[in-house]
């Protein structure tokens, strides 16, 4: 049998939120809520839902490559070029050729630990040697992601707000942090939660790229627009970055249906301003029920909590989750990220966690 290089027998596959469907055929329990994957919990966008029907009959047709309808919107949106803008089968995709186009075998890339897992996976893939940072109070330690810069340092990744802690970095961390980014690495600022923050401290990513430096903003649709099935994502970059990695970029790598729906989807303020609503009381609803239930948890700036228990209890709380029907996100032994749901979601959560807590006599 063929076999792989080592590079590749070394990757850990990548362990998705458990499916609902999955959880109802192993312990056939009916309607279970899923809390793992950070999908919006509201539904897609009604607008992008209606705009998807209209063009269900076009499917024979190849997609238009180049996103041109939604480019020119998102251009007009966010006051960029269509030319600065690259749109991928999910911000995941952009990540990849990201790598694909600015790495070379042996050359580096920084990331934080725990941070977006993705990011080592598609380093390791290319050869790369992933640099791991762990983070300060849950946050990206900027000044140690910094000081680990080298001349073959090629991307610096960082999530802000950050998967799975939910933490930010500060305009005033990401200026001086700027600051020390030579030339020839480039700063891939992962914004995947951009919409939920409400934080007046929040890093302005934008700024750095009107001031033409190598750095490379990612969003999503697959968030706060409910479109994560569609698999659509856009990076913003400098035209001469762009055009690199469009020539590595599948000719048609965002279907037509993924593309109608984001058009529609980035108009729809409505369903925006509801889901972040739902995404703030759900926010405020949780941090009071796991202060009851004596549950450390991270502030967050996006849709999903980041838990920390001192003892190894999260294999057997996350498999005791699942009976009671909840799916979560185990982090280690030790942390579970649990995305913010619908009120009865949610309560949902907390009347299990409260059982089970109960059962370990984890109360003090
Ligand atoms: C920080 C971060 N970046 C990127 C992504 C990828 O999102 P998508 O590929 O659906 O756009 C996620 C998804 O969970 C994420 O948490």
Redesign the pocket.
């Known amino acids: 049998m063929i076999q792989s290089p080592e590079h590749i027998k070394n990757i850990k596959p990548y362990a998705p939120g458990k499916p609902i469907e999955e959880l109802e055929r192993e312990l056939g329990i009916a309607h279970p809520v899923k809390l793992a994957?950070?999908e919006n919990p509201v539904g897609p966008s009604p607008l992008a839902v209606r705009a998807l029907r209209k063009r269900i009959s076009d499917l024979n047709r190849y997609p238009d490559g180049s996103c041109h309808c939604l480019g020119s919107a998102l251009s007009g949106k966010l006051q960029v070029r269509s030319d600065e803008i690259l749109f991928?089968?999910?911000?995941?995709?952009?990540?990849e050729l990201a790598v694909r186009t600015f790495l070379s075998p042996g050359d580096e890339a920084i990331m934080a630990h725990p941070?977006?897992v993705?990011y080592s996976t598609i380093v390791q893939a290319a050869k790369g040697k992933g640099i791991i940072v762990p983070l300060k109070d849950l946050r990206h330690d900027l000044d140690a992601m910094a000081s680990k810069i080298t001349n073959r340092t090629k991307i610096v990744f960082i999530?802000n707000?950050?998967?799975p802690t939910g933490a930010i970095n500060t305009k005033t961390e990401m200026d001086s942090f700027m600051k020390k980014i030579p030339e020839g690495a480039l700063v891939v600022i992962?914004e995947?939660?951009f919409e939920y923050v409400v934080s007046p401290d929040y890093a302005d990513s934008m700024k750095y790229f009107r001031q033409g430096r190598d750095i490379l903003i990612?969003r999503?649709?697959?968030?706060i627009y409910g479109l994560?099935g569609l698999?659509?994502?856009y990076g913003i970059a400098k035209k001469e970055l762009i055009a690199e990695m469009n020539k590595v970029r599948q000719p048609f790598n965002v279907n037509s249906p993924a593309q109608e729906a984001a058009l529609a989807a980035l108009d729809d303020e409505k369903h925006i301003e509801k889901s972040r609503k739902i995404n703030e009381r759900g926010k405020k609803y949780l941090y009071k029920e796991f202060r009851s239930l004596n549950i450390n948890y991270a502030p967050t700036e996006a849709n999903f909590i980041y838990m920390t228990f001192e003892d190894d209890i999260v294999n057997q709380l996350y498999n005791d989750l699942l009976k009671q029907g909840v799916i979560v996100r185990p982090m280690g032994p030790r942390a579970i990220r649990v995305t913010i749901g619908l009120p009865g979601e949610n309560k949902k959560l907390v009347e299990a966690l409260r059982k089970i807590l109960n059962s370990y006599n984890f109360f003090i």
Not at 220 to 223: A, C, D, E, L
């Open positions: 994957s950070n991928g089968n999910g911000s995941n995709e952009i990540i941070s977006f993705v999530a707000p950050n998967n992962d995947a939660y990612l999503t649709f697959s968030k994560a698999r659509i994502g």
